[in-house]
């Protein structure tokens, strides 16, 4: 079975006046259908500069990143964002929500910025299984720490993607909101997609199938 999403030899510099700085060097990694991948390390370990460059928020400087069977380093901006939009799915660690709007009219955001041929039953089949549903018309002011985590998880989920993108997404959640949203991301690669979550937790990482260590922006350990 192929890999949903693969890393090879990413590099990426970032210069300060005569300065420069290796966020990453040569950092290569696959994720296969039904799995959940945590990646570890020590804050400035690169684990950020990782998952901007997995996204296609970032570009390295060296390497290529695919996901679903397509290149999504080494194009434009707006390429990126369109694969971003159809194959994966991005769950920040602030939760990934427009003020403005209710919880059920983010996810229809993110549908349609996606061009998903997912529609309303799909819309509230992720509601219903990130367990905010009953919190849909609520706007992420009005919600607990714990129901925002779960509401940017069904924006991730929103376009059915390949491939979730979790950056510490338990960082700020009490053990019982954290084991919920763990929980929901392994419900996730079950149902044939791949996770790879950004954590310094080791409750987390017990979670989860394999895990990637970085420090000074190398794979130390897998």
């Known amino acids: 079975m192929s890999a949903l999403m693969a890393a090879h030899s990413l590099y990426r510099f970032f210069h300060a006046g005569d300065d420069e700085a290796l966020a990453l060097q040569g950092v290569s990694l696959t994720l296969e259908p039904g799995e959940v991948v945590a990646v570890s390390g020590?804050?400035?370990?690169?684990?950020?500069?990782?998952?901007?460059?997995?996204?296609?928020?970032?570009?390295?400087?060296?390497?290529?990143?695919?996901?679903?069977?397509?290149?999504?380093?080494?194009?434009?901006?707006?390429?990126?964002?369109?694969?971003?939009?159809?194959?994966?799915?991005?769950?920040?660690?602030?939760?990934?929500?427009?003020?403005?709007?209710?919880?059920?009219?983010?996810?229809?955001?993110?549908q349609r910025l996606a061009d998903s041929p997912t529609g309303d039953d799909w819309r509230e089949q992720v509601l219903e299984s990130c367990g905010i549903a009953h919190r849909a018309e609520a706007r992420p002011s009005q919600l607990s720490g714990g129901e925002l985590a779960r509401a940017g998880l069904a924006v991730a989920l929103a376009a059915a993607p390949a491939v979730?993108?979790?950056?510490?997404?338990?960082?700020?959640?009490?053990?019982?909101?954290?084991?919920?949203?763990?929980?929901?991301?392994?419900?996730?690669?079950?149902?044939?997609?791949?996770?790879?979550?950004?954590?310094?937790?080791?409750?987390?990482?017990?979670?989860?199938?394999?895990?990637?260590?970085?420090?000074?922006?190398?794979?130390?350990?897998?």
């Open 42 to 110: 020590p804050s400035g370990s690169g684990k950020s500069t990782l998952l901007s460059c997995l996204a296609g928020l970032d570009e390295p400087d060296g390497g290529t990143v695919e996901v679903a069977g397509e290149r999504i380093s080494r194009r434009s901006e707006g390429e990126r964002a369109a694969l971003r939009s159809r194959h994966i799915g991005v769950l920040y660690q602030q939760a990934n929500l427009i003020g403005q709007l209710s919880v059920r009219d983010n996810v229809s955001l993110a």
């Open 164 to 222: 979730v993108l979790a950056d510490e997404p338990t960082g700020e959640l009490d053990e019982d909101s954290a084991e919920r949203v763990v929980g929901l991301l392994r419900r996730q690669a079950e149902r044939g997609g791949a996770v790879l979550i950004v954590t310094h937790s080791s409750d987390v990482v017990g979670r989860c199938d394999r895990e990637i260590r970085l420090r000074d922006g190398r794979v130390v350990a897998e």
